[in-house]
């Protein structure tokens, strides 16, 4: 068996580290040899180890203050101590001390091995999961705030301020804003990125199961309970728990859940024993709650109880040209699946997105750019492979007719390109931004004179 692992043994016995270092060779490793604690540490700080074995008892510096200087300076190095006092107190020491594993005097080949392969998979995989998490809050980090605008630049100093705090916040904004991205970004930045980030949408909440939901239950506690389950206060313990549609909560549900808050401890249904929970909550909710409030449907110490830091997202039509940066952004990540040939949006087409309203905010907008990319025929996205649920503006006027029609207003586009173009369609369509083809298809759709070429 062959590994790229490199090794350490430090022992002060002449035989019993040669031997070591020997099987361990054979087996595959890089392995070096140290033969006190003080030239151990010193190898170990010049050179990168995986893995580290080292004897317990030794003279100067014994092998509790070599694990301990290890652990300060590599804190991912995996450490194996020997023996030859296998006591259970020296065992446990040294595993309290941060030790992986401990080797007994006498010990064979065949178990110095074992135990060796067992520790470097450890550390494999914990480095494994190390790569990963990053990748994954890398990758947070990357979809989080995408936007230049001034609204956006306000919204990112404020979760730069509120992130590192445990403070409980309530995300207000309309559909499609982006209030999950929002909550997980707060999540990310927090001291809390390495725990779990639960989810919970309330509006999808069943009024009877709800406790069973949030607080989780017993075996028994009711008919169907077959089995004991975990809430998810629970699986959110030492992470965040995100709540969102908070106002589509029951009035019940209201008083159950301000109780969690406030004690930070929850009852599974059919259990009279408290479970201590450790969680930070985000709320979110496209409702008016302070009007839900007025009409008695929704609870008031709720409401300041989750509103310590309200954060208000802003609509994409607040954000300017951020709309562009949006549309290009989903544009390069569906475009390898949807249509490869796609390149870029026409300005016309830019103009379009950039005019619209945008009611279902960066929801509304990232449906739009994929369904165009299936659309699309050439290398640009179009005009016409837009789709739009309202009417559209550009440049601050409003470019549809009397009957509201995109089509007309395109319609008297190519009119002045051709006009302004003495008729030529290849001049015409580096104007509007499409490809002859393209133009010559829309010259015959809306029933314009023939060009001159």
Same mark, same amino acid.
């Given at each position: 068996?062959?590994?790229?692992?490199?090794?350490?043994?430090?022992?002060?016995?002449?035989?019993?580290?040669?031997?070591?270092?020997?099987?361990?060779?054979?087996?595959?490793?890089?392995?070096?040899?140290?033969?006190?604690?003080?030239?151990?540490?010193?190898?170990?700080?010049?050179?990168?180890?995986?893995?580290?074995?080292?004897?317990?008892?030794?003279?100067?510096?014994?092998?509790?203050?070599?694990?301990?200087?290890?652990?300060?300076?590599?804190?991912? @190095? !995996?450490?194996?101590?020997?023996?030859?006092?296998?006591?259970? *107190? $020296?065992?446990?020491?040294?595993?309290?001390? /941060? %030790? &992986?594993?401990?080797?007994?005097?006498?010990?064979?080949?065949?178990?110095?091995?074992?135990?060796?392969?067992?520790?470097?998979?450890?550390?494999?995989?914990?480095?494994?999961?190390?790569?990963?998490?990053?990748?994954?809050?890398?990758?947070?980090?990357?979809?989080?705030?995408?936007?230049?605008?001034?609204?956006?630049?306000?919204?990112?100093?404020?979760?730069?301020?509120?992130?590192?705090?445990?403070?409980?916040?309530?995300?207000?904004?309309?559909?499609?804003?982006?209030?999950?991205?929002?909550?997980?970004?707060?999540?990310?930045?927090?001291?809390?990125?390495?725990?779990?980030?639960? @989810? !919970?949408?309330?509006?999808?909440?069943?009024?009877?199961?709800? *406790? $069973?939901?949030?607080?989780?239950?017993?075996? /028994? %506690? &009711?008919?169907?309970?077959?089995?004991?389950?975990?809430?998810?206060?629970?699986?959110?313990?030492?992470?965040?728990?995100?709540?969102?549609?908070?106002?589509?909560?029951?009035?019940?549900?209201?008083?159950?859940?301000?109780?969690?808050?406030?004690?930070?401890?929850?009852?599974?249904?059919?259990?009279?024993?408290?479970?201590?929970?450790?969680?930070?909550?985000?709320?979110?909710?496209?409702?008016?709650?302070?009007?839900?409030?007025?009409?008695?449907?929704?609870?008031?110490?709720?409401?300041?109880?989750?509103?310590?830091?309200?954060?208000?997202?802003?609509?994409?039509?607040?954000?300017?040209?951020?709309?562009?940066?949006?549309?290009?952004?989903?544009?390069?990540?569906?475009?390898?699946?949807?249509?490869?040939?796609?390149?870029?949006?026409?300005?016309?087409?830019?103009?379009?997105?950039?005019?619209?309203?945008?009611?279902?905010?960066?929801?509304?907008?990232?449906?739009?750019?994929?369904?165009?990319?299936?659309?699309?025929?050439?290398?640009?996205?179009?005009?016409?492979?837009?789709?739009?649920?309202?009417?559209?503006?550009?440049?601050?006027?409003?470019?549809?007719?009397?009957?509201?029609?995109?089509?007309?207003?395109?319609?008297?586009?190519?009119?002045?390109?051709?006009?302004?173009?003495?008729?030529?369609?290849?001049?015409?369509?580096?104007?509007?931004?499409?490809?002859?083809?393209?133009?010559?298809?829309?010259?015959?759709?809306?029933?314009?004179?023939?060009?001159?070429?």
């Amino acid at each position: 068996m062959e590994s790229n692992a490199n090794i350490l043994v430090i022992d002060d016995d002449d035989s019993m580290r040669e031997g070591c270092r020997q099987t361990l060779v054979e087996e595959g490793y890089r392995t070096q040899a140290a033969q006190d604690g003080e030239s151990g540490v010193q190898l170990a700080a010049q050179e990168s180890f995986d893995l580290v074995l080292v004897d317990l008892k030794m003279p100067r510096m014994d092998g509790l203050q070599v694990l301990s200087r290890l652990r300060q300076d590599s804190p991912d @190095t !995996v450490v194996l101590v020997i023996t030859g006092y296998a006591t259970v *107190e $020296s065992a446990v020491e040294a595993m309290r001390a /941060g %030790a &992986y594993d401990y080797i007994p005097k006498p010990f064979t080949p065949d178990l110095l091995v074992t135990t060796v392969r067992r520790a470097v998979e450890h550390r494999r995989l914990a480095m494994e999961n190390l790569c990963l998490r990053t990748a994954l809050r890398e990758q947070a980090g990357r979809l989080e705030m995408v936007g230049q605008s001034e609204v956006m630049d306000k919204l990112a100093r404020l979760l730069h301020k509120v992130s590192p705090t445990d403070a409980t916040v309530l995300l207000m904004g309309e559909t499609g804003v982006g209030k999950e991205l929002v909550a997980r970004t707060i999540h990310q930045q927090s001291g809390r990125r390495d725990g779990p980030f639960v @989810t !919970v949408d309330c509006s999808a909440l069943v009024e009877g199961l709800f *406790e $069973s939901e949030m607080f989780g239950h017993v075996k /028994g %506690a &009711y008919t169907g309970a077959v089995e004991s389950t975990v809430g998810k206060f629970e699986l959110a313990s030492g992470g965040t728990l995100f709540l969102d549609e908070i106002g589509n909560v029951s009035r019940n549900g209201q008083v159950k859940l301000l109780r969690a808050l406030q004690e930070r401890e929850i009852t599974k249904v059919g259990s009279s024993r408290r479970v201590r929970v450790d969680v930070r909550i985000i709320a979110a909710t496209n409702n008016d709650l302070l009007e839900d409030i007025r009409q008695g449907a929704f609870r008031e110490d709720l409401f300041f109880r989750l509103s310590v830091v309200p954060i208000r997202v802003p609509t994409l039509r607040e954000r300017g040209d951020d709309i562009l940066l949006l549309a290009n952004h989903f544009l390069r990540k569906y475009r390898t699946r949807r249509n490869p040939t796609v390149q870029r949006f026409t300005q016309r087409a830019l103009d379009a997105l950039r005019g619209y309203n945008w009611p279902g905010n960066v929801r509304e907008l990232e449906n739009t750019v994929e369904r165009a990319l299936v659309m699309a025929d050439g290398s640009a996205i179009d005009v016409e492979d837009l789709f739009f649920y309202g009417p559209v503006r550009a440049h601050a006027a409003v470019v549809e007719d009397h009957e509201g029609s995109l089509a007309q207003a395109e319609k008297r586009e190519i009119e002045r390109a051709l006009s302004e173009n003495g008729g030529q369609i290849t001049r015409a369509a580096v104007q509007l931004g499409i490809n002859r083809k393209t133009l010559r298809e829309k010259i015959r759709k809306y029933g314009l004179a023939r060009s001159a070429d």
